[in-house]
């Protein structure tokens, strides 16, 4: 009930088009998802995050869809730019202190020019 | 602005050394602070939290130990490191409040010998 399950493992866009990862959860204690973005060899980078009240958050050309009958969320990336490659993670956590994000295993995306 | 440092960046050690691992947060005060440690293709696993000077949780029994003997750093140590111990070890901070993102450093890359 802790696991958070990421798809797909990678994904292949051309540039310009629409890159969407998924992530489903189990545990309704969950209030928080954000989605960090990883280069390699750097630490995770907080990119949006969204809580259950609304279905969808945008910024700039990233945006969270968020389904919380189905308990399901995914990114969705506009206008996929080369510079957009890297490793993304879907995270969860009923947001209190001390307790961890749990992280789906990330998806791998690759833009190709 | 809040800044997260740790060091070293990489680090290369023999099976049965001992380890010492630094996080230092600045421009905040009371963080909750967090090690991970990620694994290819696994997400990142929590390993240790804390919430003030001297408390420490473990979420995974382990050849590992963190301590916490400043408000701002957090160390992560072993006496005998193992070659399981390999992996990318990140230091996170959050607010006190828990209700915020959590904030990642740039890791450090340990390898065993």
């Known amino acids: 009930q802790q696991q958070v399950k990421q798809s797909p493992q990678s994904l292949i866009v051309q540039k310009g088009g629409i890159s969407i990862i998924n992530c489903a959860y189990e545990?309704?204690?969950?209030?928080?998802f954000p989605w960090y973005q990883q280069f390699p060899g750097k630490g995770p980078a907080l990119l949006i995050a969204?809580?259950?009240?609304?279905s969808e958050k945008k910024e700039g050309r990233f945006t969270i869809s968020f389904n919380k009958s189905a308990k399901q969320f995914s990114l969705h990336i506009m206008d996929s730019q080369p510079g957009d490659s890297a490793t993304y993670f879907c995270?969860?956590?009923?947001?209190?202190?001390?307790?961890?994000?749990?992280f789906g295993k990330g998806t791998t995306l690759s833009v190709s020019s | 602005s809040q800044t997260i440092h740790q060091w070293p960046a990489t680090l290369v050690q023999p099976v049965g050394s001992p380890l010492s691992l630094e996080c230092t947060v600045e421009?905040?005060?009371?963080?909750?602070l967090y090690w991970y440690r990620q694994a290819a293709g696994r997400g990142l696993q929590l390993l240790f939290y804390?919430?003030?000077?001297?408390?420490i949780s473990s979420e995974v029994p382990q050849n590992l130990s963190a301590s916490r003997p400043q408000d701002r750093q957090f160390i992560l140590s072993s006496k005998k490191l193992l070659l399981s111990d390999s992996g990318f070890y990140l230091c996170?901070?959050?607010?006190?409040?828990?209700?915020?993102?959590?904030?990642f450093g740039d890791g450090t890359r340990l390898s065993i010998l």
């Open positions: 996170a901070w959050e607010d006190r409040d828990g209700l915020g993102p959590q904030h």
């Open positions: 545990n309704t204690a969950f209030d928080y």
């Open positions: 804390s919430v003030g000077i001297g408390q």
């Open positions: 969204i809580r259950p009240d609304v």
């Open positions: 421009g905040t005060s009371n963080p909750n």
């Open positions: 995270a969860a956590t009923p947001n209190q202190a001390g307790t961890a994000l749990i």
